[in-house]
């Protein structure tokens, strides 16, 4: 198609034209404002961190202990059985040494994204968060780690109210 | 049981609040550029003429909805007409009370087969009536910036 129409119909316009008033236009803001609902589980789980506390879900039938918490075990989609409080302490899974921002800011001192594993979950059960306090030498896996809270009055309801984990 | 249960209070729902960006630029288009431009500069309405059909257009088309012909003919149009049907508002987009009900109109102009929808103005509600003659009334050259809105309102036109 390309190769028989050797120019397409249509007015192109550039930046400079809207800018020099070359064209007339009107602008248009549309509101485009909306909430999120966190469903059940999830809910619950970040109402529990305002509270500076890590609840998981237990599955009764594969007997195994989830975090973050869900409504429905993906194993036997049977419906999760209980709510269970965790500890905020846990062992280090996986991580990464991160030099680059989300943003793409590059960055002296590396962030460490890990995967936790919360005391008290099933093995392999973990959550993703931030290192901190260590040196990005020493990080090893299976490291042992506790969650650092935003003092109480700061907190609310976002796994940020977990600043980081640092070694115990 | 995590599944059955249900958010009794509005408080305990817990639920992100975003907001995305957005803006948008409204060209009028060729036909519709060359319409407003003319309002802008000389306060005159520009029509287009379809030869095959005897029909002008307003406000302008590029093609004749009818035959397709592209349409090359403009005219003027003239800035006095007939009210076709109109209302009443009481409200405004938001619902809320006006202190003035505002008249809406269809006006069919003049040397044309088109019409736009425009405010009444200088008329109370009790004497608008449909096939009551008006004229449209300009804002200043100064003010005007190629909107609809230089067209302050029409008014009656009394002989």
């Known amino acids: 198609m390309t190769a028989k129409i050797k120019?397409?119909?249509?007015?192109?316009?550039?930046?400079?034209?809207?800018?020099?008033?070359?064209?007339?236009f009107t602008r248009w803001t549309p509101r485009a404002e909306y909430a999120w609902d966190a469903g059940v589980a999830i809910g619950r789980?970040?109402?529990?961190?305002?509270?500076?506390?890590?609840?998981?879900?237990?599955?009764?039938?594969c007997r195994r202990t989830v975090v973050p918490p869900r409504t429905?075990?993906?194993?036997?989609?049977?419906?999760?059985?209980?709510?269970?409080?965790?500890q905020d302490?846990?062992?280090?899974?996986?991580?990464?040494?991160?030099?680059?921002?989300?943003?793409?800011?590059?960055?002296?001192?590396?962030?460490?994204?890990?995967?936790?594993?919360?005391?008290?979950?099933?093995?392999?059960?973990?959550?993703?968060?931030?290192?901190?306090?260590?040196?990005?030498?020493?990080?090893?896996?299976?490291?042992?780690?506790?969650?650092?809270?935003?003092?109480a009055g700061e907190r609310e309801g976002a796994i940020t109210d977990i600043k980081y984990f640092k070694p115990l | 049981m995590a599944l059955l249960e249900k958010v009794d209070k509005l408080g305990k729902a817990i639920s992100w609040h975003g907001n995305i960006p957005v803006e948008s630029r409204y060209t009028a288009g060729i036909a519709g550029e060359r319409f407003f431009r003319e309002i802008k500069d000389n306060a005159r309405f520009l029509g287009t003429r379809c030869p095959n059909c005897d029909l002008t257009y307003m406000p302008p088309m590029m093609y004749c909805e009818r035959c397709f012909t592209r349409l090359e003919e403009w005219v003027e149009v003239a800035s006095t007409g007939t009210v076709h049907t109109y209302t009443v508002l009481h409200v405004d987009l938001d619902g809320t009370p006006l202190a003035e009900p505002e008249i809406i109109a269809f006006v069919k102009l003049d040397g044309s087969d088109g019409g736009l929808v425009h405010r009444?103005?200088?008329?109370?509600?009790e004497e608008v009536e449909i096939g009551m003659r008006?004229?449209?009334?300009?804002?200043?050259?100064?003010?005007?910036?190629?909107?609809?809105?230089?067209?302050?309102?029409?008014?009656?036109?009394?002989?």
């Open chain 1, 45 to 61: 789980y970040l109402a529990e961190l305002k509270e500076g506390r890590i609840i998981g879900v237990r599955c009764r039938h």
């Open chain 1, 72 to 86: 429905v075990c993906e194993w036997c989609f049977k419906p999760m059985s209980e709510w269970v409080y965790l």
């Open chain 2, 120 to 125: 009444l103005g200088q008329v109370s509600s």
């Open chain 1, 89 to 151: 302490t846990g062992t280090v899974n996986t991580f990464s040494l991160c030099y680059v921002t989300w943003n793409m800011v590059r960055i002296k001192e590396p962030q460490i994204p890990a995967v936790i594993e919360i005391d008290g979950a099933s093995p392999g059960v973990g959550i993703l968060h931030l290192l901190s306090e260590v040196d990005p030498k020493e990080v090893k896996i299976g490291m042992r780690v506790k969650a650092v809270w935003k003092p």
């Open chain 2, 134 to 159: 008006v004229e449209a009334i300009f804002k200043a050259k100064g003010e005007r910036e190629g909107s609809i809105l230089d067209i302050e309102y029409f008014k009656p036109r009394r002989l």
């Open chain 1, 7 to 24: 120019e397409f119909p249509g007015t192109p316009l550039a930046e400079s034209d809207f800018e020099e008033g070359n064209v007339l």
